[in-house]
Nanobody, 118 residues
């Protein structure tokens, strides 16, 4: 059964840290570029970070130096380590998987809420 499931969200104080996980099943994650997106209330969904099948990473400017994306193909899991969190990082975070063989094949998770507030 194909699944993409995010976990690890919750409430954290400004300056705190949190690690999100994206667990996949039903497909070979090694053959997919993986990415994290987020959507804040009233805003469009934006790309946060991506990691390709060779573990090359890209970050949006607003999270550079604070967030770290990684993947463990053997476990079929992707991670997002978030440090020095800010209130503006509050959003629903989504995991995305895009096939490197057939790029039109993409999968989304249901999202996990991250709230940064004191």
């Amino acid at each position: 059964q194909l699944q993409v499931v995010e976990s690890g969200g919750g409430l954290v104080q400004p300056g705190g840290s949190m690690r999100l996980s994206c667990a996949t099943s039903g497909f070979t994650m090694a053959n997919y570029a993986m990415a994290w997106f987020r959507q804040a209330p009233g805003k469009e969904r934006e790309g946060v970070s991506c990691i390709n099948s060779r573990a090359r990473t890209v970050y949006v400017d607003s999270v550079k130096g604070r967030f770290t994306i990684s993947r463990d193909n053997a476990k079929g899991t992707m991670y997002l380590q978030m440090n020095s969190l800010r209130p503006e990082d509050t959003a629903v975070y989504f995991c995305n998987a895009q096939s490197v063989i057939t790029p039109s094949t993409t999968y989304w998770g249901q999202g996990t809420q991250v709230t940064v507030s004191s």
